[in-house]
Every structure is written in C-alpha cells, then in structure tokens.
C-alpha cells in the first residue's frame, strides 16, 4: 500500500473530523502518552482533564504532541501530529471567552468528557475541578495511504 504525505489543509480536516487522539508530553527526559478527547479549533486543540501527570507534567514542559488516526479500513489510513505549547485556559475573566470557546466545541463530541474526567479516585472527582487547556499547533504533518 503505497504512503503520501498530506497537505497542511488535508491534516486540518483530519483533525477537525476526529475527536480522540495521543497526548505525548515530557518530563525530565522521561516520556508519557495518554489518549484524550479533542476539538479542533483555529490552529488550537482543545482539551480538558481532571489535575493529575499529564496537567503536572505539561504545566512543568509545555512543549506537547498529538497524533490522530482515521481508519476507514485495515489498509487505508491518516495519521496526523501536531507539535505544539500546552496553554492552560484558568477560570478567570482573562481566559473566559477562550474556555467557552473550547467548552462550545467540546460538547458538540459524543462523550468528550471522557476520559478526562474518569480518575481510578473516584474521591478525587468530588473535589477537584476541571482544567480546560490548549495546545497551539506549532507544525502540522500527515500521512495517508492510497
């Protein structure tokens, strides 16, 4: 099966069609991935997580990558990655407009709360309050087969 590369405007279409996608970040040289829900707006991804690794971890190294797949068989496929900067988006009046914009986005996804806000504790969901984030795509590239 024969593998092209996709045009930035192909990878943004993938992307806006998707939904869950691999968060790759780092600490201390020490590598960490974990699938997200996502909503794609204007050369930003939009997220959201209950505090806990990759909050912590992204908080101390910005720099993030996403990889999304689309698979309309077991032959034919688009992987896409987004290098980018993890900003969060805090509940203040600076940040305000932003966070309705990426919640506006996020609830037009079946189940986009998942798995964001499932935590093993579930104690640790009464108390704790959702960190809604971005991460501004720095560089964009795809591949496809045909």
Same mark, same amino acid.
């Given at each position: *099966?024969p593998?092209r #590369? *996709? /045009?930035d405007?192909?990878c *943004?279409?993938c992307?806006?069609? %998707? $939904?869950?996608?691999?968060?790759?970040?780092?600490?201390d040289?020490?590598?960490?991935i =974990?699938p997200i829900?996502y +909503?794609? %707006?204007?050369e930003?991804?939009?997220?959201?997580? *209950?505090? %806990? &690794?990759k909050?912590d971890w992204l @908080?101390?190294?910005?720099?993030a990558?996403i990889?999304? #797949?689309?698979?309309s068989?077991? @032959?034919l496929?688009?992987?896409?990655v =987004?290098?980018g900067?993890? @900003?969060?988006?805090?509940?203040?009046?600076?940040h $305000? /407009?932003?966070r309705?914009?990426?919640?506006?986005?996020? &609830?037009e @996804?079946?189940?986009w709360w998942?798995? %964001?806000y499932?935590?093993p504790? #579930?104690?640790a969901? +009464?108390? +704790? /309050?959702p960190?809604?984030?971005?991460?501004v795509?720095?560089?964009?590239s795809?591949?496809? /087969?045909?």
């Amino acid at each position: *099966m024969p593998v092209r #590369e *996709m /045009t930035d405007h192909e990878c *943004m279409d993938c992307l806006s069609k %998707g $939904h869950v996608g691999h968060l790759a970040c780092s600490r201390d040289g020490v590598p960490y991935i =974990v699938p997200i829900h996502y +909503a794609y %707006g204007i050369e930003k991804l939009y997220a959201f997580s *209950m505090p %806990g &690794q990759k909050i912590d971890w992204l @908080r101390s190294n910005p720099h993030a990558c996403i990889q999304v #797949e689309e698979r309309s068989d077991h @032959r034919l496929w688009k992987s896409v990655v =987004v290098q980018g900067q993890f @900003r969060e988006l805090p509940d203040t009046p600076e940040h $305000h /407009t932003e966070r309705i914009h990426a919640w506006d986005l996020l &609830q037009e @996804r079946e189940l986009w709360w998942e798995p %964001g806000y499932l935590r093993p504790d #579930e104690s640790a969901q +009464a108390v +704790a /309050t959702p960190i809604f984030f971005g991460i501004v795509v720095d560089q964009i590239s795809g591949r496809q /087969t045909f």
